[in-house]
């Protein structure tokens, strides 16, 4: 069985007086005010149910649930369910029996807010009719729904803002190392002025004589003559006058014998 086939209720107002609408002469609206308001033709039951793409306004007995009448709506806005002009509380329906007979009715609600679910109600049901069958184009014919355009239009410009990009470039300069001296290594910065760097000789040569100054000035330090054994009876006054003196490191008052030709040890 088809879902369609199946009867939905859509709204249930248990108060609602029917009146007979006088015809309508021209084309200004009904006006409830004409009806005798006071004297209602018959008082019962309201529903609304759905069935596929229709809704029915059915006006029912309130004990027995009878059948008084029953509206077909098709569409909404329509000619089967209109409002008056002079209230909210009031709608002229097309009703419709079994060998399809038309009259149309006035219906009126003792409150005004069953008089504004009722027509919700009836919106809501075509708005999702509505909904259904444009679902139903598109899965027909994929390739026709709106298509996302991310081009530029004639004369679309676009602006980027590079202020913060500039901030972040001078930042990273002012942090850059210095340049690489020969061989890949980083150069260091010149020594503080006044001060020369100790030079350390290459592997294989050997060191130069200390100058005379530059002996330690404390007096807790002792000069040392270096010993140093001399092939064929060199005396060690020879030895002292081809390296000089040199001042031992902590004060010690010990000679150090070194065997290397060319590294002595303080």
Sequence with gaps: MADSEYESVL????????????????????????????????????????????????????????????????????????GVTDSSRYFVIRVEDESGRRAFIGVGFVDRGDAFDFNVAIQDHFKWVKQQSELAKQAQNPDQGPKLDLGFKEGQTIKLNIANMKKKEGAAGNSKLRPAGPGGLSLLPPPP???????????GEPLPSCPADSQPTSGASTDVSLSWPQPGGATTAASADIWG?????????????????????F
Aim: proline fraction near 11%; aromatic fraction near 8%.
């Design 11 to 82: 709204c249930v107002k248990p108060e609602v007086h029917v009146y007979r609408v006088p015809p309508r002469a021209s084309n200004r609206g009904y006006r409830a005010a004409e009806w005798q308001l006071d004297q209602p033709s018959w008082s019962g039951r309201l529903r609304i149910t759905s069935k596929g793409k229709m809704a029915f306004i059915k006006l029912e007995d309130k004990n027995s649930g009878e059948l008084f009448a029953q509206a077909p709506v098709d569409q909404f806005p329509s000619i089967a369910v209109e």
């Design 193 to 203: 002025a006044g001060r020369s760097p100790a030079l350390i000789p290459p592997p």
């Design 245 to 265: 003196d040199f001042a031992t490191a902590s004060g010690s008052a010990s000679t150090q014998n070194q065997q290397s030709p060319g590294w002595v040890q």
